[in-house]
């Protein structure tokens, strides 16, 4: 499941994430406290995040394709 997200300006994730996949940019997190994920831009705005490590890496994959 996806939870609601307001995008907001993160650290990129220098204390208490895990990067799993990075991809054009983008990045993939798990918070190495309680578990949940979450998918960073560029600019490292949170603009997706929840707790199902199946439906987020489908939404990363959604970000991260390449568009022309």
């Given at each position: 499941m996806l939870l609601?997200?307001?995008p907001i300006k993160t650290m990129g994730g220098k204390?208490?994430?895990d990067t799993l996949d990075r991809r054009n940019g983008w990045k993939l997190q798990q918070n190495l406290?309680?578990?949940h994920f979450r998918i960073l831009d560029q600019d490292?705005?949170?603009q997706a995040w929840g707790l199902e490590e199946s439906r987020i890496k489908q939404a990363f994959?959604?970000?991260t394709?390449?568009?022309c």
């Open positions: 609601p997200n307001l204390m208490f994430w406290i309680t578990g490292n705005m949170r994959r959604k970000f394709e390449y568009r």
